[in-house]
Structures are given as structure tokens and as C-alpha cells.
């Protein structure tokens, strides 16, 4: 990768010139993201080059699958690499706008503890290290080269090593404890709550301060964006939710989609950053265009049923038309943890109250979310994601205080705590309200060992209670959820024909994912319904095989097919 640009790249007139099968792909790509960065002034495609004018006015872009087939013809045609023209991937760097910046990693009110971490964790973000924590490490070096990614595999994973070569660069750019960092282009924080500690007393330096969340998104962004500009598999599902749908979790974390496991890529922090600037980052946009390019690079095909049911091939398809957006119709909150109940396929103990660090990065996101007004212009609020939404202080926040009568919610929520006084407090601040309830069981018993600490007869009475609300259409729509899992899949046709009868409009059986609740063997072999590729276990499959099934109000997480 060439790291080093000209200095007047960004005024000359660029014209793309796309070699080979598939060019025309890799045109597209580059012109969706560099459009307003760069001056793209043409394009156009060739199977062989034999001449092209020089211009000292303008560079070439070569876009191509066969570099150095490429670089053979263009070299022939008089052409002179780095002088008459780039090829599109040694451009990605200018994605890195925090390249070449200043930055201080500190911590706040100044633990040595917090400031080491910073260093240690900053120099490998700065510098696009791929650590061994990376969930798509995978990804980024199997699909295709790039010497980055070769630097980052000779460097040995060892955080001391990190430490001593961030050290000194460190100390230069601290000049002061009490907030002087004018010689800084940022400043960053290894944790959100020290950043948002720092901007409430400093807040003339507001626009500096960035967390490893968001140096991350920027330095690793030439790294995501070759990934998708090289990745040839292609697939015909039907999927846009990257332009319309924001799932904020723990700690502030923004992803784009309606669920962390199918893409879990952070576009940045709300609790930091500013939330038009993380809807708009550098990875969002690349997300976006592995959308448009059907490429889906980043999405567990395992997981996502969506994609699961699309063909995928290595023959292009034809792009897909989107909407680009402003802001998110659908705004997934999911930012706390707390929960009545400690449930296996959750969590490993019961989580009833958060600590100091918690209850700022949660408050600092509920800010920062009234502030943008996306609460109010979001056509759905979802709340509840990851904790129990009439538990949580921080959900009630989202839920009920607010004087704008707002278009729809849909609460995510496990049923035990939801209450005739829970539904006072709602009714009439939404023109539309949808549950969906965790439930996971027909009987006492399999409910009593899969939702632990919950109360079976209590359930059932708000079940009742809801299916009265549903059937006054005082509801819009009641979905219940069973995560299928070992201990309660032979449930499933029963628990199926409880729901039709009260009138609930959709089950949906779900994996279990194992978030650290089990070791892997013992998930595999105990837990999970499905094997580590995702095939289904014959025992599930001889159960689904039951008429009630096959009923038009189920629906799967997994491709039944």
C-alpha cells in the first residue's frame, strides 16, 4: 500500500479507468465512496490498454482485480506509477483522516493504570493493528492482501511491546494535568466515562476528545474499505437495514443493524461523538456499500436469516438501489444491562445495579440522543435490548419521559415486571405500541430452569394481560420469543399453539448465542440445538417437523431450508 500521496491529490482531476473482469464493480465502489472527497472527473472501462494521454493536470485511478497484469499494461502505455497514475486501493489511506494527527492518550482525573491502557491500546489503534480480539481479524486478512495487514501480523501481539513504542509520543504531547492540550489534534481516552468526565469539566476542548472506539473506526477504516472493494462474493439478499437502522449499545456503541450478532462493526460512540458524525463515519459508509455491492462483507450469514436465504455466487449482480438517510427510522436502544433476571443464554449472574463508569456512559448517550432529536424523528424506537426495560431506570428514561407524543415503540422485555401501572404510564404517548417478550417456555418447569428467577404464574397473568390489550387492538403487535436451546426445544409446537391462542401475532424461535454463559464443547454439545457450522441437530429437525410449525405466525432466526 503506498502511504505517502501527493500533497495536491485532492485538487487534481481524477480520471478512473477500471481493467478487467469485474472493473466496472470496483469503479462503482470507488465513486460511492470518494465522491465529494476527491474530483472524479471520469471513467471509463478496458479489457487492454494500448495508449492514454498524460495530463499533468490530472492523475489516474486504476481500478482492477489483476494489479500486476494491470501495471504491465499501463507501464507499456507510457504511463509512470506514482507520477501518472495510483491504483484505487493505495488511496484508501486518505480514508484515515486521523493519520497523521496529534494525539494525547490520557486518562481522567489521571489513574497511571488508565493512562498506560490509553497508550497501550492507542498506539495499536493508531497505527491499525489488527489485535487477536478483532472479531473480523478473519475477515480483513483472508479476503484479500495488503501489506498493512502483513506489518500488523510480523508485529508480536504483546501489549508491553505496544506500550513501549507508544510511550514516547505519549509523553510529547502531554504538556499539562489540569486540561492544556492545545498542541493536541485529539485526545483520547481508553474508557467512555473518563472522555465524558473530561468534556463536562473542559468542555472548550469538546470537539478533541475521541475514545479507541472512534480512533478504530478511523484507522482501520483503509482496512474495511479494501475488504469490500476486493470481495467478489456476491448475494441476492434483499437487505437495506444499514440506511435505516442504528442499534446503540453498551458503553455507546453504534452498529447498523437491528441486531449485533448479524453485523457487529462499531461506527463510533454517541456518548463522545457526535451522533450525526458516527451516522455519517467512514465505516458506516463502507457498510453501506457492501450493501449496494451485495456484497454483505461483514454479515454472519449463519446467524442472519435474511442472508442465509440469499444465493451467493462469485458472478456480479447488479447494484441495488438505496435511500440514503440523515438519520435512522428504526433506533434500537440497547445501552443497559440490568436485569431482574440472569438467564443463561444472557449472562452468567444477575446484574441489578450498574456502577459510577456505567451510569455516565448510559446517561451521556440518553443526552446525546434528546439533543439530536433522533428519540422524537425515529418512525420506531425499540428499547430494551440486552436488559429488562420496566427494570431499568435508564430505559424508563427513554420510555416515559418525554412531552412529544411519538410515532411507535416497541419494547423489549421479558414480562415479568410489565404491569397494569406500566401500561398507564404509556398509553397515550405513542401512536403505536409493540412487545416482544422472552418467554422461552410452555411449562413451569423448563421456565423455572431457562429464565432463572423469574415467576412462572406471574408471566402468565401479564401474558393475559397483554393478550387482552392485544385483542382491544389497544396493542399494534405482540411477538413471543423462545430461544431455542436444549432444555425447551421438544416445547416448541406447544409453546407455538399458546400463542395462537391468546392471540399473540408472531413466535419467533431463535438461536442461543453463547455470550460467555459456556464454554464452547459444552454449548456445542449440550446447549445449542445447532453445530458449530450452524447445521441444525437431527432432534430439532424431527420436532419442527410438527404441523404447528409450519403455522403462518412462525418465524425463524435461521434459514429453515
Known sequence: MVNKIPANLKTKDLCLIGI????????????????GKLKIVDFAEYDIITSLPKNNNSFYVCCTYDRKGAKKQLDAAGLKYKIDYYFAEDLFCLLDDMKESKIAFVSYPGSIRGWL??????YAAKHAIILPENKYGAVLKGRYESDRIGAGRRILFIYALYLILGLPSALLRIHSKKGNYSSCDHICFCDVSDSVRFIK????????????????????????????????????CSCDTPFNTVWIGRYGTARLCDCPDFLDISCGNIGVTDISDVWHSPLAKIIRLSVINNTYTFCNEKLCARLAGGKTTESFLERREVIERDHPLTLNFACDYLCNLHCPSCRKALKVKNDEDEDIQIDSCIDALLKSGWLDKADTLLVGGGGEAFFS??????????????NSIVIMTNGTLFSRREWDRLEGKYEHVSFLVSVDAATKETYERVRCGGNFERLM?????????????????????????????????????????????NVNLSHIRNWGSFDDRDFYENVSMFDKNGKIKPELAAVLKDPACCDEIVSMSWNPD
Not at 205 to 228: D, F, G, Q, S
Not at 393 to 406: A, C, I
Request: with cysteine; proline share 3%; glycine share 4%.
Open 117 to 122: 491502557k490509553s497508550i497501550i491500546f492507542g
Open 20 to 35: 478487467g473482469t469485474g472493473c466496472n464493480k470496483l469503479i462503482s465502489d470507488f465513486k460511492y465512496i470518494f465522491d
Open 201 to 236: 469539566d473542559y468542555p472548550t476542548v469538546v470537539n478533541k476528545v475521541i475514545t479507541l472506539e472512534e480512533l478504530l473506526t478511523h484507522t482501520m477504516a483503509p482496512l474495511y474499505m479494501r475488504a469490500v472493494y476486493f470481495d467478489r462474493r456476491q448475494n441476492d
Open 393 to 406: 431506570g435508564h430505559y424508563k428514561r427513554v420510555l416515559y419521559d418525554t412531552n412529544v407524543k411519538r
Open 461 to 505: 397473568e401479564n401474558m393475559d394481560f397483554l393478550s387482552d390489550l392485544r385483542k382491544k387492538n389497544k396493542v399494534d403487535k405482540v411477538t413471543v420469543i423462545l430461544i431455542v436451546q436444549r432444555a425447551n426445544y421438544k416445547e416448541i409446537p406447544d409453546f407455538i399453539r399458546w400463542a395462537k391462542d391468546k392471540g399473540f401475532d
